[in-house]
């Protein structure tokens, strides 16, 4: 397959050609004669039940563990049999420990492999800072300290960070979300899909978890044991058509919730809501609210952002400041976020909405039921054509 470029970015094809590994004393393999082509430039997860040997898939990839048979292609290139070490120097790897060398600075362990590879301090100091930047760490802050002294969201971003060192083409991740609590974890997942879609690189992603798949995947491998791919397909695919009951059963109840995931906030047209700003005059703020069909008004401060919910009584407070009053705007989103995440935030809202910020975190719009609501009848609709499609082909000539 030709390189995949944006930019100055490259990504690379993978293909996996009869990949098998046994282990000695087992009578069973680990992985058996796995076939699979890797687009350049998607997001490829492997899911399955515990021990269908994901993760050993995974590692033969770059080589950990070297297979029993079969062969790699990055690019088109016959990697099986190349040096092993180099071949890791051209593959990123992140992992649920992450693995930072506890001795090292976070820019000595961002620039570990650059300084392998021979690059120059001046080129890996500015690496560093640029990687710093693009996980949204402050390099002057953070380049310094010492992977003790970071939180475990923070960890894991200089664990992807490191894996981007020297710029490779390819990316491999065993469950680099699995070990951090819930809120994090989501944030993490938006982070790293905000990042894709600016470095665009090809990544193999392990998972236990099929809504994490279906959240960041452009393709789902769900594995059987010994790594027999039972469907390997777009993630709206799998939903609508699971290839047998193995798949249905690993998909699990609440396929249309899970459907939630497919779409992006920046693909739905946001609500918009009554808004204004903290130093507006209250009697300007109340008629705002008065003209609205809304229950309550969205205050945002000198920069958009939003910071508190404040309904009529909460106007009539003069004694208290307006960024004392009515509730915090905490329930929000990133245009990359899904659907799902969205509902979820709605869930914590005491307003039944969840606020739409950029990156700066400035006002967008909302996402409200309605938003929800529309892209469920458009999602059943488009379903409903696309089982209209395939019942009116006429079957293949045998």
Not at 33 to 44: F, H, K, L, R, S
Not at 140 to 169: F, H, I
Not at 238 to 248: E, G, K, R, W, Y
Not at 390 to 397: D, K, L, R, V
Request: net charge negative; hydrophobic share 40%.
């Amino acid at each position: 397959m030709p390189e995949h470029e944006q930019g100055t970015v490259t990504a690379a094809s993978i293909r996996l050609e009869s990949l098998t590994k046994r282990y000695p004393g087992q009578a069973e393999p680990a992985v058996d004669n796995i076939t699979m082509d890797i687009p350049a430039g998607e997001i490829v997860v492997l899911v399955g039940p515990s021990g269908c040997g994901k993760t050993t898939s995974l590692k033969m990839i770059n080589r950990i563990i070297e297979p029993t048979s079969g062969r790699i292609f990055i690019n088109g290139e016959d990697v099986t049999h190349v040096n092993a070490d180099q071949l890791r120097r051209r593959i990123g790897y992140v992992i649920q420990q992450i693995g930072l060398f506890p001795h090292m600075t976070i820019a000595e362990n961002i620039g570990m492999v650059p300084g392998l590879l021979g690059w120059s301090r001046a080129r890996i100091s500015e690496r560093v800072d640029e990687l710093l930047d693009l996980v949204g760490m402050e390099p002057s802050a953070y380049r310094a300290r010492y992977p003790k002294e970071l939180s475990g969201g923070q960890s894991q971003r200089v664990g992807v960070a490191r894996a981007m060192s020297a710029d490779p083409p390819v990316l491999l991740m065993d469950e680099p979300f699995g070990a951090i609590d819930p809120i994090t974890r989501e944030r993490l997942q938006n982070e790293f899909l905000r990042l894709q879609s600016n470095i665009r690189k090809t990544i193999v992603f392990v998972t236990h978890d099929i809504d994490e798949a279906i959240k960041l995947g452009d393709r789902i491998a769900i594995l059987r044991k010994g790594s027999k791919i039972a469907q390997y397909d777009t993630p709206e695919a799998i939903l609508t058509a699971p290839a047998d009951d193995f798949v249905a059963d690993f998909i699990g109840s609440g396929a249309s919730l899970k459907r939630l995931s497919l779409s992006r906030v920046r693909d739905v047209e946001l609500n918009q809501w009554a808004v204004g700003r903290l130093d507006d005059d209250r009697a300007h703020l109340r008629q705002a609210l008065t003209d609205s069909d809304h229950g309550s008004l969205l205050l945002l401060d000198e920069n958009q952002r939003p910071v508190r919910w404040v309904t009529g009584h909460d106007l009539t407070r003069s004694g208290e400041s307006l960024d004392r009053v009515g509730l915090p705007a905490a329930a929000t989103v990133e245009p990359h976020a899904t659907l799902h995440d969205a509902l979820n935030e709605m869930v914590t809202s005491r307003v039944g909405c969840a606020i739409v910020v950029d990156d700066q975190r400035r006002y967008q719009g909302i996402v409200d039921m309605r938003t929800v609501m529309r892209a469920i009848d458009e999602m059943r609709e488009s379903s409903q054509a696309r089982d209209r499609d395939t019942a009116g082909q006429p079957a293949e000539a045998g």
